[in-house]
């Protein structure tokens, strides 16, 4: 069983930046491909971004192309998710969700993919 910890979210205005971080709570030298998902109040989970680790590949939802940067240092286990340019839009409790194979499909936003799952962390965007 892969625990996930997110990390880095807060309260920023809008136009500003935060970096998101994910990594398993406990020694594991399991490497899975990751993404990144969100849900704002009284919406759906919606996918965000997602990345090999097999060769890097990324994988990005078209509203944050741009804007938003997925990577992962291999050698700390940790994936990241810069955010630039943030809008009152993006606010929402971000989730890291880590795959059971190492590369992203080609369907990374179906969330059946990522058996593995954080808690998740509030970003909120203010205007």
């Known amino acids: 069983q892969v625990q996930l910890v997110e990390s880095g979210g807060g309260l920023v205005q809008a136009g500003g930046s935060l970096r998101l971080s994910c990594a398993p709570s406990g020694r594991t030298s399991r490497r899975y491909a990751m993404g990144w998902f969100r849900q704002a109040p009284g919406k759906e989970r919606a996918f965000v971004a997602a990345i090999s680790i097999s060769d890097g590949y990324t994988a990005y939802a078209d509203y944050v192309k741009s804007r938003f940067t997925i990577s992962r240092d291999n050698a700390k286990n940790t994936v990241y998710l810069q955010m630039n340019s943030l809008k009152p839009e993006d606010t929402a409790m971000y989730y890291c969700?880590?795959?059971?194979?190492?590369?992203?499909?080609?369907?990374?936003?179906?969330?059946?993919?990522?058996?593995?799952w954080g808690q998740g962390t509030q970003v909120t965007v203010s205007t």
């Open positions: 969700a880590a795959s059971s194979v190492t590369s992203v499909s080609s369907t990374p936003a179906n969330g059946y993919e990522y058996p593995y």
